[in-house]
Antibody, heavy 120, light 108 residues
């Protein structure tokens, strides 16, 4: 069974940093592209960042470019999102999601999410 | 970037009725790479439809997707109580993958 378990969400002050993790199990992690998708309270889904199976290619939505860094450790079956210079509008639940057929694919599995709150 | 616009924002229907949800794209979606997801309160989204019309594993056949180019539709043939939720479309013809703003299907 595919399982994705996010962690690392917390309350952080504006300008602060946070690192999210997503532990994967139940599938061959290093053969799948992955992404982070967020959802602000009461709002819709927003794709944030993606990474290829090898980690060699990364992608970001414009609002997080230069502030967030996606990475993965295939030896640990773990996906990361390093978030710096956090702003109030980064407040959201952050989901990691698996892309079934590479970077140009839909999300077939999702974690349960971890909440990031940016506030003073 | 492709912008997806879903309509209506809210659909009020009774169990047993047919639901028709629309998703319009600002430009043609490459290879009809369009997915639909269902999200219930407090839970992660669940994949329903991919490639515009293919049902994901385990999805009941009352859910169907259609369309091509810039106009797509999700149809729920007969609403069951567990189908009342928010539905999102998503295009994945690029390495990003934009979502529509969602349609809430609520009990009338």
């Amino acid at each position: 069974e595919v399982q994705l378990l996010e962690s690392g969400g917390a309350l952080v002050q504006p300008g602060g940093s946070l690192r999210l993790s997503c532990a994967a199990s139940g599938f061959t992690f290093n053969t799948y592209a992955m992404s982070w998708v967020r959802q602000a309270p009461g709002k819709g889904l927003e794709w944030v960042s993606g990474i290829s199976d090898s980690g060699g290619s990364t992608y970001y939505t414009d609002s997080v470019k230069g502030r967030f860094t996606i990475s993965r450790d295939n030896s640990k079956n773990t996906l990361y999102l390093q978030m710096n210079s956090l702003r109030a509008d980064d407040t959201a639940g952050y989901y990691c999601a698996r892309r079934l057929y590479g970077v140009y694919s839909f999300f077939d599995s999702w974690g349960q999410g971890t909440l990031v709150t940016v506030s003073s | 970037e492709i912008v997806l616009t879903q309509s209506p924002a809210t659909l009020s229907l009774s169990p047993g009725e047919r639901a028709t949800l629309s998703c319009g794209a600002s430009q043609s979606v490459s290879s009809n790479y369009l997915a639909w997801y269902q999200q219930k309160a407090g839970l992660a989204p669940r994949l329903l439809i991919y490639d515009a019309s293919s049902r994901a594993t385990g999805i009941p056949d009352r859910f169907s997707g259609s369309g091509s180019g810039t106009d797509f539709t999700l149809t729920i043939s007969r609403l069951e109580p567990e189908d009342f939720a928010v539905y999102y479309c998503q295009q994945y013809g690029s390495s990003t993958g934009t979502f529509g703003q969602g349609t809430k299907v609520e009990i009338k």
